[in-house]
């Protein structure tokens, strides 16, 4: 069974700095893995997707890492903003086939606040 | 572009009260679509997941229901609700095949008094 954790449950730093959030997975044979934000009360909003034959993948100031040999994924957010204040998830997706039919398992989040 | 309708926004309960969640989705078709539950401190859980009209699949045993009558719509329903049913409820899509992110809509959150 999949197990996804997160590192640091909260995290908290001053506007400018760059960060990074941690998320690991106990089984390797994921399908890919994504990364979601969350606004108090909100749903949820995809950031990154990394398929399982990737190593990063970018978008603006964040930067996605996928070490499936190590079960790791990292996300790097440069030069944090206030609005960058939010939950952040990741999840892993199995590969289809069996039972898994390639849900998302994700973890407890990591909550971010960037102060001013 | 594609986009994902949730209603109510919040609602409030009785205990013993029937349910109805319901959740569009505009701008895609034959879409994967799922409920998820968000309970404070655990996470989101996944409730149940449909590929196709008249298709749900169960993830967790429990007095929910879930209908998919048209290709875009899917809905969340109880009977009779429970104490422990509060949560904030997710519905997500995502395009068929391949590496398709899930696109999630704005919840609902559910009181049960």
């Known amino acids: 069974k999949q197990e996804v954790t997160q590192i640091p449950a909260a995290l908290s730093v001053p506007e400018g700095e760059n960060l990074v959030l941690n998320c690991s997975f106990t089984d390797s044979a994921i399908y890919n893995l994504q990364w979601f934000r969350q606004d108090p009360g909100k749903g949820l909003t995809s950031l990154l997707l990394i398929q399982s034959s990737q190593r990063e993948q970018t978008s603006g100031r964040l930067n996605a890492s996928l070490d499936k040999s190590s079960g790791r994924s990292t996300l790097y957010i440069a030069a944090s903003q206030p609005g960058d204040s939010a939950t952040y998830l990741c999840a892993a997706k199995a590969n289809a086939g069996g039972t898994s039919y390639g849900k998302l398992t994700f973890g407890q989040g990591t909550i971010l606040t960037v102060h001013p | 572009s594609q986009t994902i309708h949730q209603w109510p926004a919040t609602l409030v309960q009785p205990v013993g009260s029937p349910l109805s969640l319901e959740c569009t989705v505009e701008g895609t078709s034959n879409p994967n679509l799922y409920w998820y539950r968000q309970a404070a401190g655990r996470g989101l859980q996944l409730l149940f997941y449909?590929?196709?009209?008249?298709?749900i699949s169960s993830e967790v045993p429990q007095n929910l229901s879930a209908s998919r009558p048209q290709d875009r719509q899917f809905i969340l329903s109880s009977k009779k609700l429970l104490l422990s049913d509060s949560g904030f409820y997710l519905c997500?899509?995502?395009?068929?095949?391949?590496?398709?992110?899930?696109?999630f809509g704005d919840g609902t959150r559910l009181s049960i008094l």
């Open positions: 449909s590929v196709g009209i008249g298709q």
């Open positions: 997500a899509w995502r395009g068929q095949g391949g590496h398709q992110p899930q696109h």
